[in-house]
């Protein structure tokens, strides 16, 4: 071989290794290149999420729920854009759990975050993980409540944990634009404080208390109608925050390639809403904006619950949500999520998804809670039934202990019947069954009828198949909720605090 062949033939020999490298990555990214081409069209990129968080707002206390009173002109745009759901509930009235659970398709108790200001156990994924590994940009602005931080690896972009209504505004939204105007999908959380009491934003001029309509579950008073004139000013001045969030978006030219969430938590503080398990407290607000996808104006009837919001989101960018492991299994050693897609009914080709919805409140931990005062509940399309787990003693939190409004709903109730139903928020049966066809507001207790007795056995064995999968053991359970809470001082439950006053 002369020496120009020899040349040619080590040279040849020495690039063939990085040739082939060339080729096979060639391959693959041509490959990634034709599946998002078939996902998502031949020039659309992923779609952008943005959900917007309300903060202790009662499902219906908005315009397209029907709220006769407060205004939320940009809430009602999004629902003429987009979708409302009438059936979505959150598993615990209380903020980090709710928060918890919405990011990690896990309920509570298997996450272990399931009293309030706790975190999930070690290990356990949320929705940071699924789509930043995805290639999303995942960023949260305001009220975190969740932990630890390895669990939740996303930006954070500042805010209050809550709001004292003093020093400005609580919530920069400048911080989200170069989030929105970045190349990369991305996943933003607002999670802002409003209408989380005190009521301390917006103008409650706006709301002149004595024209107010009080609902059916309150009480009507002077103080009841003074506090809703409070809360509905918040809850206006929470709906021009999500319409700046959504102009971000617009300016940014996202809008198309967006899915715009609005949802609002769980129920306000008045008694019978946060820190229970009725649909005051569980029962929350959804609408989803997709342009070509969600067809505008239009409302579901079907249920679910916000364990089944990231496995929708995973779908919705053609993700496979029942092949990824959370981090944690369940008491049957299954490691996916608890929640199930609902994306089909977001894009109206059903309207049915889950059956049964389930509820936990956990009072140990919370200001002036209980010493121990677990509810379990489960909820079918037309019963709601509760077990009171610790129904000998009295609940308590800080609506009973500090807030004068219970006292004022004590004292001027109309009727016996009025009367007896506002007592039963801290006195309760170890049972309570509702038909929420007749009862909405859940007023009439029908456990102990007779005719009722297969109804309520049957729930009763559906609850307990739950708390089993969870590994929820109720009241053993509920011992354990301090060791669960993140960064917490000693906690003195209301019943400690009146044994030290005796002594």
């Known amino acids: 071989m002369n020496r120009g062949a020899r040349f040619r033939y080590e040279v040849t020999k020495k690039i063939e290794p990085i040739l082939g490298v060339i080729i096979i990555l060639t391959l693959v990214l041509n490959s990634c290149r034709t599946k998002t081409k078939q996902i998502f069209g031949q020039d659309r990129p992923k779609p952008n999420i943005v959900m917007f968080l309300a903060d202790d707002m009662t499902w219906r206390d908005c315009e397209p729920y029907g709220n006769p009173d407060v205004k939320t002109p940009h809430i009602q745009k999004l629902a003429s854009e987009g979708i409302s759901l009438d059936n979505m509930f959150t598993s615990t009235a209380m903020c ?3 928060r918890q659970q919405l990011m990690t398709g896990l309920f509570p108790v298997r996450s272990g975050a399931f009293p309030n200001h706790s975190q999930v156990y070690d290990g356990v994924k949320s929705l940071a993980h699924y789509f930043g590994d995805l290639g999303y940009r995942v960023a949260l602005v305001g009220k975190q409540h969740y932990g630890p931080d390895a669990s939740f690896p996303m930006e954070y972009l500042g805010g209050r944990q809550h709001d004292s209504g003093k020093d400005g505004a609580d919530i920069d939204l400048e911080v989200i634009e170069p989030i929105v105007n970045d190349d990369r999908p991305f996943f933003l959380i607002v999670a802002q404080n409003q209408p989380h009491s005190p009521w301390n934003r917006g103008n409650p001029s706006m709301y002149d208390p004595n024209k107010l309509q009080v609902p059916d579950y309150m009480e009507d008073t002077p103080k009841t109608r003074e506090g809703l004139s409070r809360y509905y000013a918040e809850i206006t001045y929470m709906d021009s925050l999500l319409g700046k969030t959504l102009e971000y978006v617009e300016i940014a030219g996202k809008t198309k390639n967006t899915i715009s969430i609005f949802t609002s938590e769980q129920g306000y503080s008045y008694p019978f809403g946060k820190w229970t398990c009725y649909d005051l407290g569980l029962k929350t607000a959804f609408i989803a904006k997709w342009p070509g996808k969600i067809d505008p104006g239009t409302r579901n009837r079907a249920t679910a619950q916000y364990v089944d919001v990231v496995p929708t989101l995973l779908e919705a960018i053609d993700e496979v949500p029942q092949k990824i492991n959370t981090g944690i299994s369940d008491a049957k050693d299954y490691n996916g999520f608890d929640g199930k897609s609902f994306l089909k009914v977001l894009m109206g080709k059903k309207n049915e998804h889950r059956d049964y919805t389930y509820g936990i409140q956990t009072t140990r931990g919370i200001i002036d809670g209980s010493e121990s005062y677990p509810i379990r509940s489960v909820r079918s399309h037309k019963y709601r039934y509760i077990q009171n787990l610790s129904s000998e003693s009295n609940f308590y939190n800080i609506v009973v202990v500090r807030d004068s409004i219970y006292k004022d709903w004590i004292q001027n109730a109309k009727t016996e019947e009025e009367l007896d139903w506002v007592k039963k928020y ?5 049972e309570e069954l509702y038909d929420l066809e007749n009862d ?15 109804v ?13 999968q969870q590994g ?6 509920e011992k354990e909720a301090l060791k669960r809470q993140k960064g917490k001082g000693k906690w003195m439950s209301h019943d400690q605090k009146l044994k030290e006053k005796s002594n």
């Open 472 to 477: 929820d053991k109720g009241v053993e359970t």
């Open 96 to 98: 980090a759990p709710t």
């Open 440 to 454: 909405p507001f859940e007023k009439i207790n029908l456990a102990g009828r007779p005719e009722m007795a297969k």
């Open 456 to 468: 309520k056995n049957e729930l009763s064995a559906i609850l307990e198949n739950w708390m089993v």
């Open 426 to 430: 801290q006195k309760r049966p170890f």
